[in-house]
């Protein structure tokens, strides 16, 4: 066996393994993009029921809340724009400002007593509360496997596949009212 022979041999192991390397990469970052899929669904899962919870939240407060008609409008508008929103990104600001519009109607049912005696609302509210607590856990599931994936595209030697295919970052799910991020005042 001549050198020049040993040399095609060497080069073509190496490009071989190049090649599964190469493919080995790429099926990596597809797994890790559809675990970000998959955690997204469950957000949206959680954002429908909240969805088809609040309009008979809404409803249930009108009969008490006459004079309060902009801020159940407010709530009935938020909701439309996080229904229409279409990407991730629009759906992540949309159900921010529906967030803000729930927060600010929730406030303003402090002040009829009535209607927090309620049954029908007390139920309401409480399948409300639990689909919220829902929604942050599948929030922090979304965050963790964006988190894994933006490193995976980001880091060497991956990003050089992420970069050829144009796997893209995923956005976080954050807090961006400051409101939200301030603790509750609880007074007895």
Request: hydrophobic share 45%; no cysteine.
């Amino acid at each position: 066996m001549s050198t020049s022979q040993i040399v095609l041999i060497v080069v073509g192991v190496v490009l071989v393994l190049l090649i599964f390397w190469a493919i080995g990469m790429y099926n990596s970052l597809v797994r890790f993009l559809n675990q970000v899929k998959n955690a997204w669904s469950q957000i949206d899962v959680q954002l429908k029921r909240r969805h088809d919870l609040i309009p008979n939240l809404v409803e249930t407060a009108k009969g008490y809340m006459k004079h309060e008609q902009e801020t159940l409008q407010g709530v009935v508008d938020a909701r439309s724009r996080a229904l229409g929103a279409g990407n991730v990104n629009e759906k992540i600001d949309a159900e921010q400002k529906l967030n803000g519009a729930m927060s600010q109607f929730l406030l303003t049912v402090e002040n009829y007593p009535d209607l927090k005696a309620n049954q029908n609302f007390l139920a309401l509210q409480e399948e409300l509360t639990s689909t919220e607590n829902k929604i942050a856990f599948a929030r922090q599931g979304y965050n963790d496997q964006a988190m894994t994936y933006n490193n995976k595209i980001s880091m060497f030697p991956s990003n050089i596949v992420a970069g050829i295919f144009r796997f893209t970052k995923w956005n976080y799910f954050e807090v961006e009212n400051e409101q939200e991020r301030q603790a509750p005042e609880v007074s007895f």
